[in-house]
């Protein structure tokens, strides 16, 4: 057992934690905690656009170019990363995920999870990977299951942002000052270029946007870069300071 922080990241597809939450996970791993990414899929059906325009171009073969990439990705931000290879379009929620997923909670035993929003009417993969999660925690907490195992306590549970947030009812109630490992976030999503380098110069003019949303946030105005999130649950404090 260990005291130092740690922080689950699912990511319905390869790329998905790379674009959207990457500058959270470099952060926390910088100030001293242990992130690790689940990637349910890796993305090879429908988010490998650039590889299956490349001839001769197999499903296996894509495959691997996105293991490639986003263990190269995970590597540059200091993060434990994971394959499950489920198959995307559609992600299916089996018994055996719900396994798998509780079991990976109870050994890392997050402080704070991150995952897709709850509503994604352009990836519906996105949106069933949410409610996975949620019910993968809740079975996590539940003392009468795997009594071999010790549950979990109440994780907060944080929505990165999706790709068009209006679309998905998205409204954050958190922005992350990402300035400081923000070159890591860009080096991350640069390992992605292969099947999705078109991301690369959107996900850099958001983080800026984002960034000047915190400043105006009543954030230091050395803030140059962040990433955007809300809670799914309720958070506890002493005052309203």
């Known amino acids: 057992m260990t005291d130092q922080p740690a922080m689950l990241v699912v990511s319905a597809h390869a790329a998905d934690f790379v674009w959207r939450a990457s500058g959270a996970i470099a952060s926390f791993v910088r100030q001293g905690g242990r992130a690790h990414v689940v990637c349910l899929t890796y993305g090879e059906k429908g988010e490998s656009q650039g590889l299956w325009k490349q001839p001769g171009m197999t499903l296996e073969t894509v495959k691997e170019r996105r293991h490639e990439e986003a263990t190269a990705a995970a590597a540059v931000l200091g993060a434990e990363i994971e394959f499950l290879d489920l198959g995307d379009y559609p992600i299916r929620a089996t018994d055996g995920l719900y396994d798998t997923l509780v079991a990976t909670m109870r050994r890392v035993r997050p402080d704070v999870i991150l995952t897709h929003p709850a509503h994604d009417p352009y990836n519906l993969d996105h949106a069933l990977v949410h409610e996975v999660v949620l019910r993968a925690r809740m079975i996590a907490q539940a003392a009468g299951h ?5 549950p979990i306590g109440a994780p907060q549970v944080f929505q990165f942002e999706p790709h068009q947030p209006e679309q998905c009812g998205f409204k954050p109630d958190l922005l992350l000052d990402v300035t400081e490992v923000f070159p890591l976030k860009r080096k991350a999503m640069e390992a992605m270029e292969g099947a999705q380098g078109h991301l690369v110069a959107y996900y850099d003019a958001l ?5 000047v949303q915190a400043r105006r946030n009543g954030g230091a ?9 809300q809670r799914v ?5 002493g005052s309203l300071r």
């Open 233 to 237: 649950f309720p958070t506890v404090a």
């Open 146 to 150: 795997d009594p071999g195992t010790r």
């Open 207 to 211: 983080g800026e946007r984002r960034g």
């Open 221 to 229: 105005g050395t803030i140059t870069h962040a990433e955007a999130y």
